[in-house]
């Protein structure tokens, strides 16, 4: 065995994160390690690259006892990570940053040829056509993801954690990087996958363990299990129905009362002038690859950049949706897909950030009772099964899936009619995920219109009475009823113009 | 009770800071009537500490924000020179505070709109009025020390209400309206939040832009009635000189207090206590009877001492040590239990 954990331990106060976990690695394996939000696998990760030290239990990498107590023990030692954000310094060039640390150098100063030299050798049978010299930032998040591994591997070169490299990269992106990946694996490294993606982990990986509060579930080859069995696993207990996704029983259009109407609405730079209208109680899809204008097209309607074409009515006239404050008071709520900038509030409590909108909207001069924050906080923590270790504890220690129930939390609190939801369930767990389709079907029952932005397809089949497809920064298609399958979404993001009549045909 | 745990350090610091002063002074502790006034050190501290007292409620909203303004001393001096030159003037105590604190307003309005209208870093913002400030305050005296004779105004340097000094009782009570209208109303929490993550909380509705323009504001007027209390205690405006390098002493009261340079949770009584404590450490090296070209580098060291003791590293070590003593004495029970079966 190239990696043995036996009986690894931690404990943070107030909860055990690691309860005597046990983990296996073998040198040329894909490792799946599974779990929902606060499972565990975090922490288990940190405690292997030092980030953590455990409390009790045994490390063994190549049948030597290990204990590393920094990341770059860890590294020295073979093991290296590579994060979903990934750690390298966007403004320096490729070479720089693949040699960080280790430049090459003549007359004690760096040598710039040998450190170019250097950097293309270390991204030889990667299959890259980069320029090294350039800045990192000119690249994109997956070809930075590949040279955050080419860097590990040329540091560590024995364990390779990745960890949800895939949350922000499209299909295609998808899968150079796990041609890489599998590349790697028959030159025998040993690989440790997480990922919520479970399409992925079937696609890539060799064996799957799961962890649930801290202990083990399972170890499995992964050909031995299947879908449905894999999250029960997860979950610990059997599956409701709704969890698989069965696609809604899609209505006809025009039986939601129109409740908004954007008329011409656009911006350049953002979104073509587009025409959509809004019905009341109705999902709404936004389907396309990162960067069409999925999100340009919700920031402009939520007031995050001002619209210079068009108007937005409701049944009252004109709405002013020049700042988000001004669309929060048309009843617009919006929770972004950058969770971290852009939607929790770190160091303030749950109770805090729950009630943050809430507060902003009644104004400074009448604060929110902290009795009544922390009823709605309970009542929140509870109906979307919040995991903290106490209503005081900053957001910020809560897991990437805690955070964004949070801010979902926060915008359910204020019933807006009308809510953009960006990305709501990336890095979320199957049961929370679950939860969050069965919320919005609950709350579009009485009477809230949601705009659901996604890149995943079988979710937005799950939830959308209507798909609208962006590319290139233009709606292209509007899909409705028995039309909404992965098939056509795919098939109309991908087709130039002139052939959409064709699909939709 | 939360709250009191909050300052258990900065109250802590304070204590073995007096205790350390009465051991070289005996009397430090000593209060006397005199006349129906409070005499001795420790008013003498409340007194004097007014200036950084008044800075730092300020300061602790500002840096809240994770903003910082260096110009609060300039302020003092510009707010300062106003006044003086009001009471010359014949605009009368009414008028001259007015002025005063106008003054502080559109020197906040000033620093606000840099920092949260043209996006500038805090710290530039403010050194531009910190650098000019004391150039407008010259115009206003015209280049001299402005004097000036007036009962009332003197009042707010050397003044008393039932024999407490009137200086002293204007930053406590000032203090005290400030917290209470941040904890009373949804203030102390919205600038938190904007210190935090300014993008979210705008993206919640929060109008950071304002609230930012705000704080600078409240910064200027305290540091306007700084300025009021030191020109009323020397009769005069001195525009090189009031308010010198009091900004520092105000960032240091913040720092002091636990206070966050990258905003967020903030506790003005934290605050207070800190700009207590320095001004115990000026007032006990002056009475310690130290020559006076020690006074500095003695300040240093005890502030050193005092940071190093707060600093989150040695706290997370004291954390993890009563954590050990508390697990090993719960094992040494359980273990008492078990033989007394």
């Keep these: 065995m190239l990696l043995t954990i036996r009986s690894l331990t931690k404990t943070f106060p107030g909860t055990k994160a690691l309860d005597g976990v046990d983990f296996e690695l073998a040198a040329g394996e894909v490792h799946a390690l599974l779990g929902e939000n606060g499972a565990g696998k975090s ?49 320096l060039t490729v070479a720089q940053n693949l040699t960080f640390g280790n430049e090459p150098l003549r007359f004690g100063m760096v040598d710039r040829r040998a450190q170019l030299r250097q950097a293309e050798k270390m991204l030889e049978g990667y299959k890259l056509d980069i320029d090294v010299s350039r800045d990192l930032s000119t690249y994109s998040v997956a070809i930075r993801q590949i040279i955050a591994i080419a860097r590990a591997v040329a540091l560590s070169g024995k364990v390779l954690i990745l960890d949800e490299p895939t949350a922000s990269l499209d299909a295609r992106e998808v899968e150079t990087l796990f041609a890489v990946v599998r590349d790697l694996r028959d030159k025998g490294l040993g690989i440790v996958f997480v990922s919520h993606f479970l399409d992925q982990v079937f696609d890539l990986t060799d ?33 409701k129905d709704d969890v698989v996704g069965h696609a809604k029983t899609h209505k006809a259009g025009g039986e939601w009362p129109e409740l908004l109407k ?49 108007a937005a009515r409701d049944a009252n006239g004109v709405l002013d949706l020049s700042s988000p404050r001004k669309a929060i008071a048309a009843g617009f709520g919006f929770a972004p897909e950058e969770r971290k900038e852009d939607g929790i509030i770190a160091d303030l409590s749950v109770p805090e950030n729950i009630a ?11 604060p929110i009772p902290r009795a009544e924050q922390l009823r709605l906080a309970e009542a929140y923590i509870e109906k979307l099964d919040i995991r903290t270790s106490g209503p005081e504890q ?28 960006d990305e709501p369930t990336r890095g979320i767990d199957v049961g929370a995920h679950a939860e969050i389709l069965r919320l919005i079907k609950q709350v579009t029952a009485e009477g809230m219109s949601i705009l659901i932005i996604s890149s995943e397809l079988d979710e937005l089949i799950a ?10 920064r233009r709606h292209v298609a509007e899909l409705t009823g028995s039309e909404i399958t992965t098939d056509t979404i795919v098939r109309a993001i991908a087709a130039p113009d002139r052939d959409m009549t064709e699909v939709l045909a | 009770m939360n709250a009191l745990r909050r300052v258990t350090p900065q109250l802590l610091t304070l204590a073995a800071l007096v205790a350390l002063v009465t051991v070289f002074f005996p009397d430090f502790l000593r209060i006397e009537v005199v006349n129906g006034r409070l005499v001795g050190t420790t008013m003498d501290i409340l007194k004097r500490g007014a200036p950084v007292g008044l800075l730092a409620v300020g300061m602790t909203l500002v840096i809240a924000t994770r903003g910082i303004d260096l110009s609060v001393g300039t302020t003092m001096a510009i707010t300062g020179a106003v006044a003086a030159w009001s009471i010359t003037q014949g605009y009368g105590l009414g008028g001259a505070l007015g002025l005063a604190l106008l003054a502080g307003v559109a020197a906040g309005l000033w620093n606000g709109t840099l920092v949260a209208i043209f996006g500038i870093q805090p710290i530039v913002a403010t050194l531009i009025l910190m650098t000019s400030g004391r150039g407008i305050a010259q115009l206003v005296t015209e280049g001299r020390i402005l004097t000036f004779s007036h009962e009332g105004m003197a009042f707010f340097g050397s003044g008393d209400v039932l024999g407490i000094p009137a200086p002293a009782l204007l930053w406590v009570l000032t203090a005290a309206g400030v917290a209470f209208l941040m904890r009373g109303s949804a203030l102390g929490m919205l600038i938190e939040a904007v210190g935090v993550n300014r993008a979210a909380s705008a993206l919640a509705g929060v109008n950071a832009t304002v609230l930012l323009i705000a704080v600078y504001v409240a910064s200027g007027l305290c540091a306007a009635l700084a300025g009021i209390v030191a020109t009323a205690d020397i009769r005069g405006a001195d525009a090189n000189n009031a308010g010198l ?97």
Aim: charge should be neutral; charged fraction near 20%; glycine fraction near 12%.
């Design chain 1, 394 to 421: 900053p957001v910020g220690d809560l897991s990437g899936g805690n955070q964004q129930k949070v801010v979902l939390a926060r915008w359910l609190a204020m019933n807006p009619r009308f809510l953009i939801l």
């Design chain 1, 207 to 239: 064996r799957v363990t799961v962890l649930r509060n801290g202990q083990n579930v399972i170890t499995e080859r992964t050909a031995d299990l299947d879908r449905v069995q894999l999250i029960e696993h997860m979950l610990g207990h059997a599956l």
């Design chain 1, 262 to 310: 954007f008329d011409g609405f656009g911006r350049r730079g953002h979104i073509d002038p587009f025409d959509l209208s809004v019905g009341e109680g109705e999902v709404l899809g936004l389907a396309g690859l990162l960067g069409s204008g999925r999100t340009e097209s919700a920031e402009l309607m939520f007031g995050l950049a001002a619209a210079q074409n068009g």
């Design chain 1, 356 to 366: 943050l909108a809430m507060q902003a909207r009644r104004g400074w001069a009448r």
């Design chain 2, 245 to 341: 390098w009091l900004e520092l002493d105000a960032i240091l009261a913040v720092v002091i207090g636990g206070n966050s340079l990258m905003g967020g949770r903030f506790s003005i009584a934290a605050s207070l206590l800190g700009a207590l404590i320095i001004q115990t450490i000026d007032t006990g090296i002056l009475l310690a009877g130290f020559p006076s070209e020690y006074n500095l580098v003695i300040k240093a060291g005890l502030v050193l001492i005092i940071l190093v003791l707060q600093s989150p590293n040695l706290s997370h070590h004291w954390y993890a040590l009563r954590r050990a003593a508390q697990s090993r004495r719960e094992t040494a029970m359980a273990s008492a239990k078990e033989t007394g079966q």
């Design chain 1, 463 to 472: 939830v959308a009475d209507r798909v609208i497809v962006v590319r290139d």
């Design chain 1, 43 to 91: 922490t288990l990760i940190k405690c292997l690259t030092g980030a953590f030290v455990r409390d009790a239990g045994v490390i063994m990498l190549e049948g030597e006892k290990i204990s590393p107590s920094s990341t770059s023990e860890a590294q020295e030692l073979g093991i290296g990570t590579v994060y979903q954000e990934v750690n390298l310094l966007t403004n």
